[in-house]
């Protein structure tokens, strides 16, 4: 991934390769831990681990050997619809399923965040996570890190719940989806501070994002709908919340659009988010009492 910088605010005699050194020290020297990005990476294995282990019990696995023997047998299958003990296991402990949600299980936006098939479900996304993830935090800081991970992931399933109505979906791909979304509008507004002008990063996440999507049109059970969903609300969020940082005489960054100094735009998220989460369950049938 690109180093970045911010847009040139040095002397006119200073180039461009000494503006990105100068920003490459500063960014270092204000590293902080991604330990949000590692909790939900974390968090998201043994969550995992668990309904792994769960479907194995369901399928008469006892032994530890023939615990680790379904789990391997399941590593890789993503198009596996009649597997009832996993099928069974995902719904129990949260998985999107509309006819669970409309009897008023709401958290079921929240939860399949975090849930997953199988080991090559959880391995990619976690990856993916943890690549894109220990950046992006360190740049937009972990509140705002926290906060586009988990609105745009609940919007992806809002996404899929509203057009992919029959489908029982789980996954953190509909989140990271929407961190694309973000880091692509930190490139753009600082475009400047990119190798070419920021072209190259673009023209890298625009294959990134072709590829994830084209597999949706090749294989069953790739929620595409969860994707899109995260991917522009991503985009959205990335235009409130991305940093706009300066280098300050001293050689250190200084963010002049902090989220201490942005609440109401959080919070307006978040209640925006809530809102769209009621108008798609009116939409689909949702019947409220007071």
Known sequence: ??????????????????????????????????????????????????????????????????????????????????????????????????????????WRFVTPIFLHVNALHVG????????????????????????????????SVIASFYFAPQEISVGASGAIFGLVGAYSIFVLVHRRAFLYGGIPSLLWLMLVIGANLSVGLFIQNVDNYAHVGGLVSGCWLGWWFTPLYRLSPDQTLRDIHRLSQSWPLALLTILGTLVLALIALYLMGARFSL
């Open 1 to 106: 991934m690109n180093e970045v910088v911010v847009e040139k605010t040095y002397p006119k005699e200073d180039t461009v390769s000494r503006t990105r050194r100068s920003y490459q020290a500063a960014l270092h020297s204000r590293q902080s831990k991604a330990w949000i990005t590692w909790i939900i990476v974390l968090g998201t294995v043994l969550l995992w681990c668990f309904t792994a282990y769960c479907v194995a019990q369901f399928n008469g696995a006892h032994t530890l050997s023939a615990i680790l023997s379904d789990i391997a047998n399941n590593a890789i299958n993503v198009q596996d619809k009649d597997n009832d003990a996993l099928t069974t296991v995902l719904t129990m402990y949260g998985a999107k399923d509309n006819a669970l949600i409309l009897q008023g299980q709401y």
């Open 124 to 155: 990619m996304n976690m990856l993916n996570l943890l690549l894109l993830g220990v950046f992006l935090e360190r740049i937009l800081g972990h509140l705002r890190f926290l906060l586009i991970y988990l609105v745009t992931g609940v919007i």
